[in-house]
């Protein structure tokens, strides 16, 4: 009998270990991940440089008081915000404190509180975050939502415009929805929200947790759009799967996170830091990142002409490795059967599978996958041309 809160479906199979974009289960099978953790271990899994620094790091120092002045919170913050939109770095373990930082600091730099968020987003589990997600189904059974946020569809710029008062404090966006579906935002939304937030003085924040640190084939997703938040919040691939979160602020909201603040006794841990400065040093590169983009443009144009012929696929969407296979079905089994097969991948919403392989993903294993998903697509399709 399990001890655990039933709070996950769980899988029938235990994953023991990693290397790279493979994972092996508890009977010696081996798996293709294109989940990474869903999208935290961007270098794989056990890269040996992470591995390595963090080793170092446990033998040095594991943790010290935030009263301590931290140097590897400042390579950290040096390599988040050098030659990117950003000024200074506030360090979390996780993903919802790092929304529930960028909430208070926006709530506290402008002295409103009416903060607009996006239908179908997800933001975390925590009271301001779950608040801010706008999904029904996280909110159910938790009684009143913190009563600050409205939402407005994705790419509806006439109802965010609609939505802003006087009492409006932000706008927080994904630019690609990745719990909700892997939605992706239009450039003319990107470009009435920036116009907005400037016109009205409201801060823009962009939660990156999902589509940060290289996903998209550039350092942070919105760069794709010339967006220029006032607040990026930064968690799953920061660390590589060493848990740490952040939330990086432009420099006219640094008097509002003054010493006494906010705060967190974990948040910048040496160990977290040592793991984030080398996944920054690999990946906020540019022969990196272009690699990424192009393996990502490679692998989707090369799903779209092989999967679109299956009636069950709707569309294919997404930017880089960030990447969604809508179909017109639950895609529980579809998931289920590709696991079975050797691919472990997930879905976001009920119709959509969300492929998030490991930045460093080799073109052969991404012809593996796309190989699989072929054979699971067909094999469905031809069980239900029999049973009709
Ligand atoms: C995963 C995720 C979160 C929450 O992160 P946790 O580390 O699970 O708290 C928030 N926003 C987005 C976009 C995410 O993908």
Redesign the pocket.
Known sequence: MSHLFPTYGKWDIEIKSGSGAFVVDSNGKSYLDFIAG?AVCNLGHCHPKVINAVKEQLDTLWHISNLSPIQGQEDVAKKLTENHTGDYVFFCN????A?EAAIKLARKATGKHHIISLVNS????TLG?MAATGQEKIHAGFGPMLSTFDYVPLNDIHALQAAVNEETAAIVV?VIQ??GGVHVMAQSFADGLQALCEEKGILLII?E??TGIGRTGKAYAYEHYGLSPDIVTL??GLGNGFPV?AMIGKAHLKESFSAGSHGSTFGGNPLAMAAAKVVLTEIFNEEFLDEVAKKGKTFKAKLRDTLLDYSMVQEIRGIGLMIGIECNTDVTAIVKALRDKGLLVMNAGSKVIRLLPPLTVTNEELEQALQLLSEVFQELETKQTLTK
């Not at 996780?94 to 404190?97: A, L």
């Not at 997800?122 to 589990?125: I, L, W």
């Open positions: 869903i996780s993903g919802t404190e929304n997800f933001h975390g589990r975050s994904e990745g719990e939660d947790i999902q968690a799953k979160g």
